[in-house]
């Protein structure tokens, strides 16, 4: 049987990914990252997500220390902060992350939000830096269509990751489509749409004809629909949980029935605004 350890996707450049992974967002106490990384490692999770902008780099670099195996046993992901775009700020700031995270390489560095004034400055900064041998693999976040076929007209090489909000409620099936096209392997931050569908009927109806959580459903989802996922929790109960999804199977009925749970809803920001404004910008969400 298949699990978390084994189960991987390939890049276009000739890397692969461990399909599922362990998102660290909002995860800032030093004691908790080194446990929940320890339990994570032990469950077998093999892929550790970070960015600039959690302000968590050295914690993860400790944790993963800690686990005393050696650095190819693991992934790791960091993202370059919108403050840290453009071509020499990019490099300069990877250079910095790797002091923090206390490691020689990343296996794959992000472009956090796409902002348009740096847009292909800061590739051409990753460019470069996959060349200098500073991370193995290059790609993106938060890049709709529009922005990997602007990215397209310039970039020598492509991004083989685009790390995107994609839950049920945001299903993002045509993006999900152009990866497969382009080969540019899709991953879904907030998996779980940071819990806003626990309680959908649909969702609670199958979890109980499998004997499974809503969760795992969701992450099944996930799994079957051939995306990368980063769940996040710092509670060992769930951190298991989130990866005991390879002994059961969606039906096609199932599958059939997520689809139309497809609202169009996000949790976060809207990536074009962040690309107009050049930054993040206040969001506030009422159902």
Known sequence: MASISD???????GHKIPQEGFG??????????????KTAYETGYRLFDTAQMYNNEEMIGQALKNLNVPRD????????AEANQGYQPAIDSL???????DMDYVDLILVHWPVHNKFFDTWRAFEELKKEGLTKSIGVSNYTMAHLELLKTQADEMPVLDQIELTPQLQQAPMRQFGKDNGIVIQAWAPLARGQMMKNPVLMKIAENHDK??????????LQVGN???PKSVHASRIKQ????????????????ISTLDHYKRVSQEPELVYENDKQYPHHFKD
């Open 7 to 13: 189960t991987y996707l390939n890049f276009a450049d």
């Open 24 to 37: 660290t967002y909002k995860v800032t106490d030093p004691s908790e990252m080194s446990t929940a990384i």
């Open 73 to 80: 046993k693991y992934f790791v992901t960091t993202k370059i």
């Open 95 to 101: 250079k910095d992350s790797l002091k923090r995270l």
């Open 213 to 222: 959580t809503v969760a795992q459903v969701i992450l099944r989802w996930q």
């Open 228 to 230: 990368s996922f980063i």
């Open 242 to 257: 989130n990866a005991d999804i390879f002994d059961f199977e969606l039906t096609a009925d199932e599958m059939s029935q």
